[in-house]
């Protein structure tokens, strides 16, 4: 592990902003002696506020669901529609507190939720979003070019640079984690939520790809996706490592989707599900349920790809239900972006349509699609009593008809 003094003199990509955050130009001095000063104590609590979006899926279990919440099971209407502008596929839109986020190809935009209005839009000046957004200390955090920005109110707050671009972040208590090239080594690197700066960083031979957090365990996927890795969240260091020979598919599940946490285990894998002891490192059981986008609701697993979803016992693997979610009618595989999941439904974005199923048997229960044609379905988030989806180039709210 390096502290933050070792890795300004390799990389000094703090902005000035950051400086006079953490306690002005005059400080710097002070920068390679007393790391502490530019960073708040680390809290690594994984719950999650009900007003609150600090992760994609909202939380380990990547539900899109606020848990206290109403959602509609019947049949929908269109509460609003807001047209956003190009949009950047297979990105749920992010709601916390009162505002909605969504991501186009060039910019962030901010809509009142209850009301579809915008708010404001921020654009980076060259550097094309690449995911997200999520809500950290107040702050929409996501990644464009090889920076990570966390904007509010139409303004940067702060702006983290690496030497590459980078996958998924992963925000626990007040810890962004993500894993780049920076400085002169591939490193998983830990910044404070308040002002960008790291806390530490951990070189290492291969990229570890943030996947989940719980029990003081970041869990985490190297680049060639055949090992899983459970490392200390404090400092970085191993705590266990699990390998792909004797177990058959990836451990990472595919195109960046999961895992997902529930009670303590990891659920993912492409080619099978695996349930992984976060504190152990190890295999609780495999079962053949396949799909590229996962979420849970503590008792069932569900995962999704190829035109169905299927629902799996959480705690031995077996199949509860499958169903299939094209057109009906049609014979052909349907495209899924994601899932929301609530105790009593399944909402999946379906190619065209918005479809929501009976958790417990796999019924439909109703199926959206827009009026104005066919455009592709992002992955939908549940709040309040609606659920909020993109729909092609604009983002719209549905509630109980």
């Known amino acids: 592990?390096?502290?933050?003094?070792?890795?300004?003199?390799?990389?000094?990509?703090?902005?000035?902003?950051?400086?006079?955050?953490a306690g002005g130009v005059a400080a710097l001095g002070a920068w390679y002696v007393r790391p502490s000063l530019f960073t708040s104590e680390q809290s690594l609590d994984p719950s999650v506020p009900p007003d609150a979006w600090p992760m994609r899926g909202r939380d380990p279990s990547r539900s899109g669901y606020a848990t206290t919440t109403s959602a509609p099971t019947d049949d929908v209407r269109v509460a609003w529609r807001t047209t956003v502008g190009d949009p950047h596929l297979f990105q749920s839109p992010t709601v916390a507190g009162d505002i909605l986020y969504a991501l186009t190809r060039h910019?962030?935009?901010?809509?009142?939720?209850?009301?579809?209005?915008?708010?404001?839009?921020?654009?980076?000046?060259?550097?094309?979003?690449?995911?997200?957004?999520?809500?950290?200390?107040?702050?929409?955090?996501?990644?464009?070019?090889?920076?990570?920005?966390?904007?509010?109110?139409?303004?940067?707050?702060?702006?983290?640079?690496?030497?590459?671009?980078?996958d998924e972040v992963l925000p626990v208590g007040n810890t962004i984690f993500l894993a780049s090239y920076f400085g002169s080594s591939d490193s998983l690197i830990a910044l404070d939520t308040s002002n960008g700066i790291p806390r530490w960083k951990t070189p290492s031979e291969h990229r570890h790809r943030p996947l989940a957090y719980a029990d003081g365990i970041f869990v985490g996927a190297e680049s060639s996706r055949n090992t899983l890795v459970g490392l200390d969240a404090t400092n970085g260091e191993t705590r266990w490592q699990l390998s792909r020979p004797g177990l058959p598919g990836d451990i990472e599940a595919a195109f960046g989707n999961g895992p997902v946490i529930s009670n303590g285990?990891?659920?993912?894998?492409?080619?099978?599900?695996?349930?992984?002891?976060?504190?152990?490192?190890?295999?609780?059981?495999?079962?053949?349920?396949?799909?590229?986008?996962?979420?849970?609701?503590?008792?069932?697993?569900?995962?999704?790809?190829?035109?169905?979803?299927?629902?799996?016992?959480?705690?031995?693997?077996?199949?509860?239900?499958?169903?299939?979610?094209?057109?009906?009618?049609?014979?052909?595989?349907?495209?899924?972006?994601?899932?929301?999941?609530?105790?009593?439904?399944?909402?999946?974005?379906?190619?065209?349509?918005?479809?929501?199923?009976?958790?417990?048997?796999?019924?439909?229960?109703?199926?959206?699609?827009?009026k104005e044609g066919t455009g592709s379905v992002g992955p939908p988030a549940v709040v309040g009593e609606r659920v909020y989806v993109g729909i092609e180039n604009a983002v719209f709210a549905l509630e109980e008809a």
């Open 1 to 21: 592990m390096e502290r933050i003094q070792d890795v300004f003199p390799e990389s000094p990509r703090v902005s000035r902003r950051q400086l006079l955050t």
């Open 107 to 166: 910019e962030l935009v901010a809509l009142d939720a209850a009301t579809g209005t915008e708010r404001w839009r921020f654009a980076t000046g060259g550097e094309l979003p690449q995911g997200g957004p999520v809500v950290a200390d107040g702050q929409a955090c996501y990644r464009a070019g090889v920076s990570l920005y966390a904007v509010s109110e139409n303004q940067a707050r702060w702006k983290f640079a690496t030497n590459s671009s980078f």
């Open 265 to 370: 285990t990891l659920y993912g894998g492409a080619g099978r599900l695996y349930a992984v002891d976060v504190r152990e490192g190890s295999v609780e059981w495999t079962a053949d349920a396949t799909g590229a986008v996962m979420a849970t609701n503590g008792k069932t697993i569900f995962r999704a790809g190829e035109g169905h979803v299927v629902a799996v016992d959480s705690t031995d693997g077996s199949t509860r239900w499958k169903t299939s979610v094209g057109r009906t009618g049609e014979n052909r595989t349907s495209f899924i972006s994601g899932l929301a999941v609530t105790d009593t439904a399944v909402y999946v974005g379906a190619e065209s349509s918005l479809v929501a199923l009976d958790a417990a048997s796999g019924e439909r229960l109703f199926a959206f699609e827009p």
